[in-house]
């Protein structure tokens, strides 16, 4: 990810960091192949070695624009989730897997940083708490992540003209090993904060500080994708099938 091709066709994927990546980039490459602006070992670079703020999948919207001219994909689309969870996830994330941010520090504490961090660099975290509404381009197909990312095996089916498989995207966690903290509740104050903060998520993606699913309804899947997506979630549970992931993971570091 981000970009590629599909029957003829140049695509975009607007990669919102936190939001069904490894899943996504699991199921793009089984079913399209070869993935092109996306670089797997950008952080395990020297930051003098790096050319970009940012590891080219986590691309915002700006400079997106300044490199490609308007009308030069053939279909873009993303995948958004509720500015909260993605919050939450994002500093689990940081804590467990990156190690940027001290054991000792707090959700409410990180959070409250975060609004000074971005103002300095609206890069940080490799853009891993940047607002959607700056990555996510205009006229970009939206999926939301509390609905499942299912539906996007269909609307690839329309894009394409086939049925091609695979026929589910399995629910992937590439999260690091290790122990792993117990989920951070936010406060009201945490609540009020990420409100502000990401009003232009809320507003745009149809999410409520209030509830946790969004505006927009649920995309209907039959029962057959779904069976094919719990049958194919087993396969990828088996021992083997994790020991390659693992070692996969691994020759990318």
């Not at 490609?68 to 958004?80: I, Y």
């Not at 399995?170 to 122990?179: C, H, S």
């Not at 994790?242 to 691994?250: E, M, N, T, W």
Request: aromatic share 10%.
């Amino acid at each position: 990810m981000p970009i590629f091709k599909a029957a003829g066709k140049l695509v975009f994927y607007a990669h919102v960091p936190k939001c069904g990546g490894s899943a996504l980039a699991w199921y793009l490459r089984e079913r399209f192949g070869l993935i092109a602006f996306s670089d797997d070992r950008y952080l395990s670079q020297p930051a003098a070695r790096r050319w970009t703020r940012t590891s080219p999948q986590h691309v915002d919207r700006a400079a997106l624009g300044r490199l490609f001219p308007d009308g030069f994909f053939d279909a873009s689309f993303t995948v958004v989730r509720h500015p909260v969870s993605r919050l939450v996830s994002a500093y689990h994330f940081q804590m467990e897997v990156e190690k940027t941010v001290p054991g000792q520090t707090g959700f409410s504490d990180w959070l409250a940083d975060l609004e000074d961090r971005l103002a300095e660099d609206p890069f940080v975290f490799d853009n891993h708490v940047r607002p959607m509404d700056q990555i996510v381009p205009e006229g970009a197909q939206v999926f939301h992540l509390e609905h499942g990312i299912d539906a996007l095996v269909p609307w690839f089916d329309a894009l394409t003209g086939a049925a091609d498989a695979p026929r589910a995207i399995p629910r992937i966690n590439e999260k690091g090993g290790g122990p792993k903290a117990a989920r951070v509740a936010p406060s009201a104050a945490d609540l009020e904060l990420i409100g502000r903060l990401y009003a232009a998520d809320f507003k745009r993606f149809g999410y409520d500080l209030e509830r946790r699913d969004p505006d927009a309804p649920a995309p209907g899947i039959g029962p057959e994708q779904i069976a094919a997506r719990d049958a194919l979630e087993g396969q990828l549970r088996s021992p083997v099938r994790r020991l390659r992931r693992r070692i996969g993971r691994a020759l990318k570091t």
